[in-house]
């Protein structure tokens, strides 16, 4: 079965620093999602994405997010500056098309900010 | 925004046993996704169910949307069954965003 693949498994930062999280969605899905969930807590909704342009953010995407589809096939998270509160556990999905369509989650990048 | 919510939060279960997740979500909703996390953080799909029931080995979900809630049935529950479960939903004018609940922590114990 076609799966959404995320790289680094686990990153690890110094705050301030800007990382990028890598994810490769399957390959016929049209739209994109990044969530993330800190530890403890509930996954959150960050981002969607679709025909190359943002569709939807939430209040936690503010300007030091922000998301890129550089290839036919990667789909980019980069954080500038990060802060202690970015560590977090973050999660790339896919789905074929929005709405009444399930989503396809990646294993996810544990992002521990130092 | 839609408020889902599950219940209950915390269950401790003899391996072997049954048991019954639930989620109730406040508006009408156009998907609704059950996971499982592993202790290893990883988001595993066990239902896509707008409505109606399914089921897959020892799992089962039902979804009555004009009533606005979700149960998972876990039956004959093992150790690996272990983790938090969540229920996630789209809902109707909510783009397509899933909205998480807030989870059952469920323990298998031997």
């Known amino acids: 079965e076609p799966e959404v693949t995320q790289t680094p498994s686990h990153q690890v930062t110094q705050m301030g620093q800007e990382v990028i999280l890598r994810c490769v969605p399957i390959s016929n899905h049209l739209y994109f999602y990044w969530y993330r969930q800190i530890l403890g807590q509930k996954v959150e909704f960050l981002v969607s994405?679709?025909?190359?342009?943002?569709?939807?953010k939430s209040e936690i995407f503010d300007d030091q997010f922000s998301v890129e589809r550089p290839d036919g096939s990667n789909f980019t998270l980069k954080i500038r500056s990060t802060k202690l509160e970015d560590s977090a556990m973050y999660f790339c999905a896919s789905s074929e098309r929005g709405g009444v369509q399930p989503q396809h989650f990646g294993d996810g990048t544990r992002l521990s900010i130092l | 925004g839609i408020q889902v919510e599950q219940s209950p939060p915390d269950l401790i279960l003899q391996e072997g046993a049954n048991s019954t997740l639930r989620c109730n979500f406040s508006?009408?909703?156009?998907?609704l996704q059950w996971f499982h996390q592993n202790p290893w953080g990883q988001l595993i799909n066990l239902f896509y169910?707008?409505?109606g029931t399914k089921q897959n080995g020892r799992l089962s979900a039902t979804t009555v949307a004009t009533e606005r809630y979700s149960l998972l049935y876990i039956s004959s529950s093992q150790t690996t069954d272990s983790g938090v479960y969540f229920c996630a939903v789209e809902y109707a004018g909510g783009g397509n965003k899933l909205t998480f609940g807030t989870g059952t922590q469920l323990k298998v114990e031997l």
């Open positions: 508006d009408s909703v156009n998907n």
């Open positions: 169910i707008p409505s």
């Open positions: 994405f679709y025909n190359n342009e943002i569709s939807e």
